[in-house]
């Protein structure tokens, strides 16, 4: 697996693990389920994010018996099984869990997550589609950018640009997205086009290593060397240690070596 690719799922495994803690403390839960259960399942998230996989284990599996039918519970334990290279007790309870709640647009993207990892780009892409398209989600920019991401793995450019836009439309300030169209336009030859984006991904996300480095070829690619120049201190000032501050000391070295040996 490329480094782009593992860091695409742990950026999905990461996401998942959110919406399963935000969905807990948020009471999505069916009212008929018992405190102990809760507790449990709070517990298990609790131990899953921290690496602890036995005692997540073992919190999930209470909670799946104080209630069988526990939705959540069943999402949780699923994320875990994966985790452990278990995975088809991981498929088993990801179905289980959209049996019981169908409409539960959480559980959906995290399925759509689970399938991606596996390769199976078509069934991952329904599983963002279910999501997205549940009206009363609040965050519609989750599954369409994981579903870009999914598709790019294809690749199938065009279309992950069309799911990242629809992200956009969702919410026109959502990171990910705006990095991933950024990225994409200037690979596409697209550098003011890159650069539009990744000024919208500085309004509201800090500067990193990777943007700032973008933003380094960006500026060169539109001629803009003063502010490719300013970009390139930034990254040293601030990541100085990293691969894309020692890429750009290289490019500024081998600009000024065509510099000197001109006549």
Not at 39 to 67: M, P, T, V, W
Not at 170 to 187: G, K
Request: hydrophobic share 45%; aromatic share 8%.
């Amino acid at each position: 697996m490329s480094g782009r690719y593992r860091e695409l799922a742990r950026t999905m495994l990461a996401g998942v693990l959110v919406l399963l803690a935000a969905c807990a403390s948020e009471g999505v839960q069916p009212d008929e389920v018992s405190p102990a259960a809760r507790i449990n399942l709070n517990l298990g998230i609790a131990y899953l994010q921290k690496g602890d996989y036995q005692r997540s284990l073992d919190k999930f599996q209470r909670a799946l018996e104080e209630a069988p039918d526990f939705a959540l519970a069943h999402a949780g334990i699923a994320v875990l099984y994966e985790r452990i290279r278990d995975l088809d007790q991981a498929e088993t309870h990801f179905r289980r869990a959209l049996e019981l709640d169908p409409d539960a647009a959480q559980i959906h993207n995290n399925f759509g997550a689970y399938l991606c990892r596996r390769g199976r780009v078509d069934e991952a892409l329904a599983e963002f589609e279910a999501a997205a398209g549940n009206h009363l989600y609040k965050t519609p920019e989750k599954p369409y950018t994981n579903a870009g991401l999914c598709v790019l793995k294809i690749p199938d450019t065009a279309r992950a640009e069309a799911y990242f836009r629809s992200a956009l439309e969702a919410n026109p300030r959502y990171a990910p997205a705006l990095w991933e169209m950024a990225r994409l336009s200037f690979a596409s030859g697209e550098a003011l086009r890159a650069r539009a984006y990744l000024q919208r991904l500085h309004e509201v996300s800090a500067p990193t290593p990777d943007s700032l480095w973008l933003s380094i070829r960006v500026e060169r690619a539109l001629g803009d060397l003063d502010t490719a120049a300013s970009q390139a201190l930034l990254l040293r000032s601030r990541f100085p240690g990293s691969e894309q501050a020692r890429l750009a000391a290289d490019m500024d070295e081998a600009a000024r070596g065509r510099e000197g040996a001109r006549p």
